[in-house]
């Protein structure tokens, strides 16, 4: 089965820095990769999603890269606020509707 | 505002029970999923619905059935509730489509087996 890989380690940082979130994948690359927040006890939100054939794609803060010679999508978060503390979900998205999650990264951003 | 909602926030129940969770959807979405995410092993998906009566096992489909009567409505059923069973368990939908189309969660329940 394919699988996602997200580093399980929480990612602390300063306020005003740029947090980056690593996503691995296995095998063959997805058509698509998704990226997700999610808040405790909510359930995860939309952020980005990026196509294979696509190198990077922006919306406002976030940034997100798709790597197909590594096998890995980057998440950027830039100017960070004690609001962008949350986890976030990557998912990869392969022929047919169906999501494949990571395991989650929780990023804790510091006043 | 697009809605996804689900039957209870917090449910407790006694193993063996039948066990029903209810997920609604507002925005006519063709497919509904339903998940559950542990500590250690991120969301799982148990089964996925494409359209009325159509379903599709997931990868943890074991000791878990779906109904789905109504596009709306997408209902997840634990016929005899187990410890291990003791989740939070997240409903999604989403257009159907070329299968990039973003998922819409509901705020999950968080399930209990004593």
Redesign the interface.
């Known amino acids: 089965s394919q699988k996602i890989e997200q580093n399980s380690e929480a990612l602390n940082i300063q306020e005003g820095k740029t947090a980056t979130l690593t996503c691995n994948y296995t095998n063959y690359s997805p058509a698509y990769l998704q990226w997700y927040r999610q808040d405790p006890g909510r359930g995860p939100v939309f952020l980005l999603l990026i196509r294979e054939n696509e190198k990077e794609k922006r919306k406002e803060r976030l940034k997100v890269t798709f790597d197909t010679t590594l096998k890995q999508s980057l998440f950027h978060i830039t100017a960070s606020q004690p609001a962008d503390s949350a986890t976030y979900l990557c998912a990869r998205g392969d022929a047919g509707n169906m999501l494949t999650f990571g395991g989650g990264t929780r990023l804790m951003v510091k006043p | 505002d697009v809605k996804?909602t689900q039957s209870s926030r917090y449910l407790v129940k006694r193993t063996g029970e039948k066990v029903f969770l209810e997920c609604v959807q507002d925005m006519d979405h063709e497919?509904m999923?339903w998940?559950r995410q542990d500590p250690?092993?991120?969301?799982?998906?148990i089964y996925?619905s494409?359209d009325v009566k159509m379903k599709?096992k997931?990868?943890i489909p074991e000791g878990y059935s779906v109904s789905r009567e109504k596009k709306e409505r997408f209902s997840l059923i634990l016929e005899s509730a187990s410890t291990n069973q003791t989740s939070m368990y997240?409903c999604?939908s989403?257009r159907?489509?070329a299968?990039?189309?973003?998922?819409?969660?509901?705020?999950?329940t968080r399930l209990t087996v004593t």
């Open positions: 996804v497919n999923f998940y250690g092993l991120g969301l799982r998906l996925f494409y599709e997931g990868d997240l999604a989403s159907k489509g299968g990039d189309y973003e998922q819409y969660f509901g705020p999950g």
